[in-house]
């Protein structure tokens, strides 16, 4: 079993930026993607990126050019830098793990709230 813990969530103003952290409790699962969703209220759970082992990325169109996802492969620890943040970024941002890029996830974490004040 892996567990997932993000960290960095919270309150920014428009055009402001923020990081999620997100660690893996241990390696060697198998999981070669990691990545982020994002659910806002009374909408569907989607991707907002997500990166292999090999740095390989896939982004939402909604976030490409302003969010960037990166991982530490050591620390089996995967980073999404978010920058000129939008209010409709607002929401419960879940860390992933799945086993191939495209893959349905295999593990979750527990959501960090991302909120964006206009």
């Known amino acids: 079993q892996v567990q997932l813990v993000e960290s960095g969530g919270g309150l920014v103003q428009a055009g402001g930026s923020l990081r999620l952290t997100c660690a893996a409790s241990?390696?060697?699962?198998?999981?070669?993607?990691m990545g982020w969703y994002r659910q806002a209220p009374g909408k569907q759970r989607d991707l907002v990126a997500a990166?292999?082992?090999?740095?390989?990325?896939n982004y939402a169109d909604s976030v490409k050019g302003r969010f960037t996802i990166s991982r530490d492969n050591a620390k089996n620890t995967v980073f999404l830098q978010m920058n000129s943040l939008k209010p409709e970024d607002t929401a419960v941002y879940y860390c992933?793990?799945?086993?191939?890029?495209?893959?349905?996830?295999?593990?979750w974490g527990q959501g960090t709230q991302v909120t964006v004040s206009s």
């Open positions: 992933a793990g799945a086993y191939y890029l495209g893959n349905p996830p295999r593990y």
């Open positions: 241990r390696s060697g699962s198998g999981i070669n993607a």
């Open positions: 990166i292999t082992r090999g740095g390989t990325t």
